[in-house]
């Protein structure tokens, strides 16, 4: 089986937009850098560009080649063959493409938002299509127009997407709320797995464009993965897979032990929750974790995961999760026994290729 990179990302760029029709070009996101008297201090390295759509800011982030381990070419698929090179020496055969900007608030006109999302799909499937099938994405849909998002989901499933794109926070709702209920169905029947990533797309308080890293970002993925247990969303849409991903994995225990207390001290009050073995949760729910190889991968492994962990290198990125070696690292814990083989082959391989159903 491939060796699959389960989170990578692409950085969006002026050729991303220019898949709109004329009609939609009024939408089309403009970069904004500022001028040469920025007072030093004011934003992070790398914070001071921005994309400009419906009077909002969001961030365009400037990436540095020796702390992402990548090039202009390979992050912005300027040079499809180049990004396909550098797997090829990292050891791996497939990245799953998550996008950027959308991993921010970028905008509150729907109208907007279709036609960004519509470009970007578009854009990306036209750059996989070079690839013979090492590069795969994953859809972003317009979650302010529901009835576009469901549309969108049935042409990337067309055009071979391979997931369907999701903030834990977004649309002002948790991911439990049947308002997002048609996609999900939508992402059943199409056998598109849900990726709910890190990140928000909500605007933030005060307005602003806001930057990465100013928070504990990472705790809506865990409330988003409890919400979905509990409410039993796996059993309404019964062939939908649901995947966390850039939150690390070591939330697992924690998430467990207050479902697990739930059931014993409150069945009185949440009778409709009643596992019996909650080790089966990942299985019967068909849930899936990205973890980060710092993490005790193997104390994870005790939890009923192991069908169920993948890696990701976070690729493009700079930030936390960003771990360009990550692959390696799995590896490395096999051949020191800090995890078994069949393991390391599950994390690398089976369980990212059930997830994203390659």
């Known amino acids: 089986m491939p060796v ?39 934003a992070p390295p790398g914070y001071t560009r921005h994309w400009l759509v419906s009077g909002a800011l969001s961030i365009r982030r400037i990436r540095d080649d ?47 938002q279709v036609a960004i999302c519509k470009s970007y799909n578009r ?28 549309e969108e989901v049935h042409w990337a499933a067309e055009h071979g997407a391979c997931g369907v794109f999701k903030l834990a926070t977004e649309v002002g709702k948790r991911v439990t709320d049947p308002y997002f209920f048609p996609i999900y169905q939508a992402a059943n029947d199409t056998g598109l797995g849900l990726c709910i990533h890190t990140g928000s797309g909500d605007p933030r308080p005060g307005g602003g464009a806001g930057a990465f890293g100013d928070g504990l970002g990472n705790t809506n993925i865990v409330d ?28 697992i225990p924690y998430v467990l032990d207050n479902l697990y207390a739930r059931r014993e001290r409150m069945s009185w009050a949440f009778g409709s929750f009643n596992y019996a073995n909650l080790n089966d949760l990942f299985r019967d729910n068909r849930l899936y974790v990205t973890c980060q190889s710092h993490e005790d991968i193997a104390y994870l492994l005790k939890f009923g995961t192991e069908d169920h962990l993948m890696i990701g290198t976070d690729y493009t ?37 059930a997830f994203y159903g390659l």
């Open 317 to 353: 990125h700079a930030d936390a999760s960003a771990e360009i070696e990550a692959i390696d690292g799995i590896r490395r814990m096999a051949d020191e026994g800090t995890i078994d083989q069949a393991a390391k082959v599950k994390i690398l391989e089976a369980n990212p290729k």
């Open 66 to 112: 020796q702390r992402t381990g990548t090039t202009l070419e390979t992050r912005e698929l300027r040079d499809v063959g180049a990004r396909l090179r550098h797997m090829d020496q990292m050891g791996v055969d497939v990245h799953i493409l998550y996008p950027t900007a959308f991993l921010t608030h970028i905008t509150s006109d729907p109208e907007a």
């Open 4 to 42: 699959i990179d389960a989170d990578t990302h692409v950085d969006e760029c002026e050729e991303t937009w220019s898949y709109m029709t004329p009609a939609e070009a009024k939408h089309r996101p403009v970069t904004l850098v500022p001028g040469g008297d920025v007072p030093d201090g004011s």
């Open 224 to 251: 988003a993965f409890h919400g979905i247990v509990f409410s039993g969303l796996a059993t309404q849409f019964p062939k939908l897979r649901f995947g966390f991903v850039e939150a690390g994995a070591s939330w």
């Open 123 to 150: 854009w990306l499937a036209d750059k996989c299509s070079q690839s013979e099938g090492r590069l795969r994405w994953v859809a972003v849909v317009p979650m302010l127009d529901v009835e576009a998002a469901v």
